[in-house]
């Protein structure tokens, strides 16, 4: 079965440390991946998406996601955490096939940032 | 451009009432998608569209739901009748799904209270 997970719920991190917010899927073929970001009382914002090639991926706000097929893994990352930074991420992916448009996106993980 | 536009940013109304929440996709968008977000069953796809046909509406939860888009720039998601349970974040999001890699954009949301 097609799915994305993300397994962590929450995630907490002193300001200034490095982040990392975990996503892994499970989909035969060679998906396209992405990372959402939620604030409080806001619709989602995109922040990067990894279609092919380079298997790290810059995107806004200094965060980076690393595609890793063998792992089937897209985490988020990013190396100086802020406050500002809290907030609720999820991980999405579409699913390869003709006329597929749908983006399944996991549970969601908080991301507190300790000043 | 204006992003995704979406209205009443609220409503609240009583059990048993219609609800017809709007969205105007990004212009030049083919894909409209609609999501419930909930606390307890995240982010939920109701339906979406591609140029203004409903290619899968599997997500929405009864017959007391129903979407439409008449044209490219206008969409529109109504309850009838309502329920608390119905109660939740109304989000529609749009993408570009021609021969794209199909990023979707968010809008603000729709919080709808039931009572």
């Known amino acids: 079965a097609q799915s994305v997970a993300q397994p962590e719920d929450q995630v907490n991190v002193a300001e200034g440390n490095p982040l990392t917010v975990k996503c892994t899927y499970s989909?035969?073929?060679?998906?396209?991946l992405f990372w959402y970001v939620q604030y409080p009382n806001r619709g989602l914002q995109f922040l990067l998406k990894?279609?092919?090639?380079?298997?790290l991926v810059k995107g806004s706000y200094g965060f980076e996601a690393e595609f890793n097929k063998s792992q089937t893994s897209f985490h988020l990352k990013k190396p100086s955490a802020l406050v500002s930074d809290s907030a609720l991420y999820f991980c999405?992916?579409?699913?390869?096939?003709?006329?597929?448009?749908?983006?399944?996106f996991g549970k969601g993980t908080k991301l507190s940032v300790i000043p | 451009d204006a992003g995704v536009i979406q209205s009443p940013r609220h409503e609240v109304t009583e059990m048993g009432q219609e609800v017809t929440l709007r969205c105007k996709p990004i212009?030049?968008?083919?894909?409209l998608f609609w999501y419930r977000q909930t606390m307890m069953r995240g982010l939920e796809l109701l339906i979406y569209?591609?140029?203004?046909?409903?290619?899968?509406d599997s997500g929405m939860p009864e017959d007391r739901f129903s979407a439409k888009m008449p044209n490219a720039s206008f969409s529109t998601l109504k309850i009838q009748p309502s329920e608390p349970r119905d109660s939740a974040v109304y989000f529609c999001?749009?993408?570009?799904?021609?021969?794209?890699?199909?990023?979707?954009?968010f809008g603000p949301g729709t919080r709808l209270t039931v009572l």
């Open positions: 999001a749009s993408s570009l799904t021609s021969g794209s890699e199909g990023t979707q954009y």
């Open positions: 989909v035969s073929g060679n998906p396209y």
């Open positions: 990894y279609i092919t090639g380079d298997n």
């Open positions: 999405a992916v579409r699913f390869p096939g003709a006329g597929s448009y749908q983006l399944t």
């Open positions: 212009s030049g968008h083919n894909s």
């Open positions: 569209f591609n140029n203004n046909v409903p290619i899968d």
